[in-house]
């Protein structure tokens, strides 16, 4: 098979990611998942319809305008992907709104849970919610009437919005038929009400029905014809020339402000908006009707996500979770000599991310610890672990982070740290232009006697505390010269100068792991056009690398037996006639993200086990700077095999098997149900 004949056999990037969000959404739509977990994965997929929104639909967009009849890999071109995009995205939204209205809001309100309808008020419920517009929400309202001196505002992204029809004269006489109100951001948008007001154990109500039915006091003397909340999304890429760059920092600091502003790519709207409305919106933002979301309830469901914290109903949400600790770390040693016994292999979020932390803290505190090196790509706005990092700064010790400002939405959290690791006195750089560091690295240098050693942690999730309890990762302590020296020699790249050389190790994007990766496949290939046993499996987020896929095109032609478990996009089609006989692809959506890089090649038996921060995807392996590291240690790596592969190749409960068509559907269960996720908190969680 030639690259050219590889296009009609690629899924198309966008309608993947759609397809991992229909994934997303089924858990909403599952009766085994609990009740207040429906709600949250409603917002999940909200909020993941958000990004898609402002990333990838943005950059259709962009495409079209720019050069409409250019093809992608799969032989798309941008006008027609966007129509196919629209009609997916209009379905699934649909979807979710019939969720929402006719399963989860009433089983919620069985529960006694209930979101109060503005025309189901009681006398005493409108009496307390009236005094509450006037204390609460009235003084930071600023209605706008549309006129020649007030022309339409400047919408934020993702804001709640009230469009308003009128009738009648203002003050000064002046008639205008249109206004805008813009809600607080800084207000909730639901609100529990009193429990002896409510009535009901947990009785809310949403700030958009508070405003629509006081919507009239902030127009005095005039009629209200309509209220309808709206929403747009904008364009949330920030441009940052390279040519012209001269400090990141700063010109990343003055785009960040623009973000939410960006072109207009979707307007949500209620479904009651009358079609006049509808049309002056869209005109407003210069949108077409495939951009337009009419939805039955709050435009914006991510403002729920706090509600099944508010409500004390265990018996509705997923058990309580707690991490395990590895067995080398309950002996009260420090970590260095834990490390220094043996490499310990941490699995998130079923081990506890806290040895991350108390690594580097231990370093920090350490008086025999010279210096400490961490790359950081998302960390949080609360950080335990910067703070050690300052901490070790202002003691004097050697601090370099690599910190990546441009992490898609994390770049202002990022710029703060940046800024207060420098005011330490830390050395902070931020990478090589042109290519973000995702690599997820740390090393410490401590003496011992008369000798100066080194300790890593490598990982393949983000240093981040909070998604390191939500997110499926491994992660690597270890003392082994040639590994600590590899991790050195990428820390020297990043801060300093120097040509590329291949390391003992480590393999390392933009130079050695695509072709490492190509070769590894390549000699399963081999093997099985030998008659030799060949298997490779593979889990990530994406695979997407064109290269990469015909050369497992080609695997499965050879007899390779090819099992790949892909959480989001896959644009590789399994199970073709010919092509892909022997490809397997699975996804698992379960309770936690599955985030762990694992690849996994027979090699004749030596069974080799790379751990990693990259997907198989263009950008990773070519405008990235990334990591993948092999287990040495033979018991690490059979953990891996056992714990990273293995259950979810068995799954069938949370798996769903990608058709050649590009369409998932759950797996078919064959005799006793087994959950990964689920085995795997027994396995290692703690008591």
């Known amino acids: 098979m030639s690259p050219q004949q590889t296009t009609e056999f690629l899924i198309n990037r966008e309608l993947g990611i759609l397809e991992f969000n229909r994934r997303v959404l089924a858990q909403a739509d599952d009766p085994s998942t609990p009740l207040l977990e429906r709600l949250r994965f409603l917002c999940i997929f909200s909020s993941n319809m958000d990004e898609f929104f402002e990333v990838r639909v943005s950059g259709l967009k962009e495409q079209i305008r720019l050069n409409p009849q250019m093809t992608g890999a799969d032989g798309l071109s941008a006008r027609k992907a966007f129509r196919e995009v629209a009609r997916v995205a209009h379905e699934l939204v649909a979807r979710q709104y019939i969720l929402f209205n006719n399963e989860v809001i009433p089983e919620l309100g069985s529960e006694d849970i209930r979101f109060l309808r503005r025309t189901h008020w009681t006398e005493e419920q409108t009496a307390w919610i009236r005094e509450f517009f006037f204390n609460e929400l009235m003084p930071v309202l600023t209605p706008i009437g549309l006129d020649p001196a007030h022309p339409f505002p400047n919408v934020l992204n993702k804001s709640l919005n009230f469009a308003v029809e009128l009738s009648g004269k203002d003050a000064f006489g002046r008639s205008s038929d249109r206004a805008v109100v813009q809600a607080p951001r800084s207000l909730p948008r639901v609100i529990r009400l009193p429990d002896e007001i409510a009535g009901y154990e947990y009785g809310f109500v949403f700030l958009s029905s508070i405003i629509h039915a006081h919507v009239g006091e902030l127009f005095s003397g005039m009629e209200v014809r309509g209220c309808y909340q709206f929403r747009v999304t904008r364009n949330s890429d920030l441009f940052v020339d390279d040519e012209e760059n001269k400090n990141l920092r700063e010109q990343l600091q003055g785009e960040l402000p623009h973000r939410h502003y960006g072109d207009a790519v979707r307007l949500e709207v209620a479904d009651n908006c009358s079609g006049e409305m509808c049309e002056f919106l869209l005109k407003q933002f210069e949108l077409g009707h495939d951009d337009l979301y009419q939805v039955r309830g709050p435009v914006n469901l991510v403002r729920l996500m706090g509600v099944p914290d508010k409500v004390e109903r265990p018996d509705l949400k997923f058990p309580p979770f707690i991490p395990g600790m590895p067995a080398q770390l309950g002996s009260g040693q420090s970590l260095f000599q834990a490390i220094a016994a043996g490499d310990i292999l941490l699995h998130h979020p079923y081990q506890s991310f806290q040895p991350v932390i108390d690594f580097i803290r231990e370093a920090a505190e350490d008086p025999n610890v010279l210096a400490i090196r961490q790359t950081v790509y998302r960390t949080g706005t609360d950080s335990e672990l910067m703070r050690h990092l300052i901490a070790a700064a202002q003691r004097g010790k ?5 910190v990546e400002l ?3 939405f994390d770049e202002e959290a990022n710029i703060n740290w940046a800024e207060q690791l420098e005011k330490a006195g830390a050395h902070v750089v931020y990478g090589v232009v ?12 401590r003496r011992e006697g008369s000798k100066l050693k080194r300790y890593a942690h490598l990982g393949t999730g983000n240093y981040h505390p909070r998604t390191a309890r939500l997110y499926t990762d491994f992660g690597l302590m270890t003392c082994n010269p040639d590994l600590c020296q590899d991790v050195n020699d990428v820390f020297m790249q990043l801060t300093g100068l120097g040509r590329a050389h291949e390391h003992t190790h480590l393999l390392q994007s933009p130079f050695t792991l695509h072709p490492r990766m190509m070769q590894a496949i390549r000699q399963e290939t081999e093997r099985a056009r030998a008659g030799e046993k060949a298997i490779v499996v593979a889990k990530m987020n994406s695979l997407l690398e064109p290269k990469i896929i015909q050369a497992l095109y080609e695997a499965s032609q050879a007899g390779v037996q090819v099992d790949l478990i892909v959480r989001g996009v896959c644009a590789l ?9 022997n490809i397997r692809v699975r996804s698992v959506i ?65 798996a769903w098997e990608m058709q050649p068509d590009g369409a998932f559907k759950r797996r078919a269960r064959r005799g006793k149900g087994f959950d990964a996720q689920a085995y795997l908190r027994t396995l290692l969680g703690g008591k």
Not at 434 to 445: I, M, R, S
Not at 573 to 581: A, E, L, R, T, V
Not at 640 to 654: A, F
């Open 434 to 445: 042109g290519y973000k560091t995702h690599a997820k690295l740390a090393l410490v240098v």
């Open 590 to 654: 379960g309770r936690f993200l599955e985030h762990h890089r694992i690849f996994y090649f027979w090699s004749g038996g030596q069974e080799n086990v790379w751990l990693a921060s990259a997907d198989w995807m263009d950008r990773n392996f070519f405008r990235r700077i990334e990591t993948a590291f092999p287990l040495l240690d033979p018991k690490l790596k059979k953990r891996v095999i056992n714990e990273g592969l293995k259950p979810y190749l068995k799954d069938n409960l949370r």
């Open 406 to 408: 441009m992490a898609r």
């Open 398 to 402: 050697e601090v370099s982070c690599v």
């Open 573 to 581: 089609k399994p199970g073709i006639p010919g092509i892909s006989d």
